[in-house]
């Protein structure tokens, strides 16, 4: 098992998907199928690029034999998820044979990563453009459709931010809202820093004016998003000044954030989630690793004493708080002992998820430049497979707990298993499936716990 437990948006490795917001088929210069792989900032992106695209006259399609330009935008932060697009590559070689005038395109992270290797290796591909170039895209695909040109737009800006492009949202409760990108941590195992260069964050005014308009449109959940989101700074506003703002726009009753930096939490911000209605009871805190030593060479800045006592804090302040994790098994000379204080810290901080990884060394990253990536593939799967079930029984008994009670959840669509149930999530981030024929799509509804699962609480309408 490469990685395991809840939340699949946020991984690289679940399955794409497509935007198919604005769909003009009859009167669009031409149709794209945009499909989107890794993280929320992806989806986001994804909508920025739909707007921009929409605004040259292209419609987009869900079926990607209907169209004339095939694009994904890709995640660099594992090798699976390269090796999904080589795949899809792959795949593409015959379409392209059956209909030459067909314009593929790679964008995001891994256009960036690899650049022209990437046109040097696979002919079927026309375009890359990296995450702070999307401006450049309409053009780049113009000239791809209209002189067979092959194009890059892979420059990354120290000021881009979008802030004056709408995006078209893909349809759902929630809509994600950049409010920085970048990051300058540098962590010694992740190619973010270099896929999606400096830090730089937007104005508030233009975070809070697109909160409105989301709150105009009907969504009553926004999740700010930022590569190392809690760091946002704007002139004298921080992070926390900017939640509160956002908080108190009419008609948003949820608001999320992610990715955070355990760096990056000043007990004003933890009062800020404690004190306002709004702000969900849910923090993301990647650990990454137990051992002193190898966070140190991960470059993450905390000891594991200090991110314990912070997970403490954050408990006391604001109680009942979920808190959800990030580790990597297997960075660079790992030792079981170091890999077991991992599990220590787990078992001690009893997070209510995790996302588990086996370290994946990304080229060009300083971790691929110093030291070895010298944990056995078999030894790194172990590590993995271990720390996904001590996790499963926590979550398991956490919900357990919960049996008898009553939450409040947002329904946020029908169930995977039956169109007669409800898929919602409570204020902590955790599904809840039920059935009640007299709600919809969008609306808060009170639900007793009848039944749990590692991942799933399931119940009737109270
Ligand atoms: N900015 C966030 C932070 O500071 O933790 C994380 C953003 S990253 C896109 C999401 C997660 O991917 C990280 O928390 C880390 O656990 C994982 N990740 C990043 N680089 C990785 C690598 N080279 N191998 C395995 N997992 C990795
Ligand atoms: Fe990557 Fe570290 Fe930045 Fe997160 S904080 S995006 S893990 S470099």
Not at 7 to 22: E, F, K, L, W, Y
Not at 199 to 209: A, F, H, L, N, Q
Not at 285 to 292: F, I, R, T, W
Not at 379 to 408: D, F, N, P, W, Y
């Amino acid at each position: 098992m490469q990685e395991a437990l809840t939340i699949a948006q946020s991984c690289a490795d679940s399955a794409p998907r497509v935007h198919t917001r604005g769909v003009v088929p009859d009167n669009a210069v031409a149709l794209v199928n945009l499909q989107t792989f890794g993280c929320q900032m992806n989806e986001y992106d994804s909508e920025l690029v739909g707007s921009l695209l929409h605004g040259r006259g292209y419609g987009f399609t869900a079926e990607d034999h209907k169209a004339d330009v095939i694009l994904f935008n890709t995640c660099a932060i594992r090798e699976t998820a390269h090796a999904r697009i080589f795949a899809r590559l792959g795949d593409l070689q015959h379409e392209k044979r059956q209909r030459p005038e067909l314009v593929v395109g790679i964008l995001g992270c891994m256009a960036q990563n690899l650049k022209e290797d990437i046109l040097l290796k696979f002919p079927v591909v026309d375009l890359i453009c990296g995450p702070d170039s999307y401006r450049q895209l309409p053009d780049l695909i113009d000239r791809a459709r209209g002189l067979r040109e092959r194009g890059a737009g892979i420059d990354l800006s120290e000021y881009e931010t979008y802030d004056d492009i709408a995006p078209t949202r893909v349809e759902g409760v929630n809509a994600w809202i950049a409010i920085m990108r970048g990051c300058d941590n540098f962590c010694t195992f992740c190619v973010v820093p270099y896929t999606r260069g400096r830090e730089r964050s937007r104005d508030p005014r233009g975070v809070v004016d697109e909160t409105r308009r989301l709150a105009d449109q009907g969504y009553k959940q926004v999740t700010l998003l930022g590569q190392n989101v809690n760091s946002y700074r704007h002139d004298a506003a921080d992070f926390a000044d900017l939640m509160l703002q956002v908080a108190d726009v009419p008609g948003i009753e949820r608001v999320r954030f992610t990715s955070p930096h355990p760096k990056d939490f000043p007990e004003k911000l933890l009062h800020a989630i404690a004190d306002h209605p709004h702000l969900c009871k849910q923090i993301h805190l990647p650990l990454q690793a137990g051992s002193d030593r190898i966070l140190k060479k991960m470059n993450r800045g905390y000891t594991p004493d200090e991110y314990q006592r912070l997970a403490e804090r954050i408990r006391e302040i604001i109680p009942g708080v979920a808190i959800s994790t990030d580790i990597i098994c297997g960075f660079c000379g790992e030792t079981d002992e170091e890999y077991l204080e991992t599990e220590r810290i787990v078992r001690e901080v009893e997070f209510e998820s995790a996302f588990i990884f086996k370290y994946s060394e990304r080229v060009g990253t300083i971790a691929a430049k110093l030291w070895p990536d010298d944990v056995p593939e078999d030894v790194k799967s172990q590590r993995v497979t271990r720390l996904v079930e001590l996790q499963k029984q926590i979550s398991a008994k956490k919900h357990h707990a919960m049996l008898g009670g009553t939450v409040r959840v947002l329904i946020e669509g029908e169930s995977k298993k039956s169109a007669a149930e409800w898929r919602a999530r409570t204020e902590a981030n955790t599904i809840v499936v039920f059935a009640d024929p007299t709600k919809q799509v969008g609306d808060f509804c009170n639900v007793r716990i009848t039944e749990t699962t590692p991942n799933t609480l399931i119940g009737v309408a109270a």
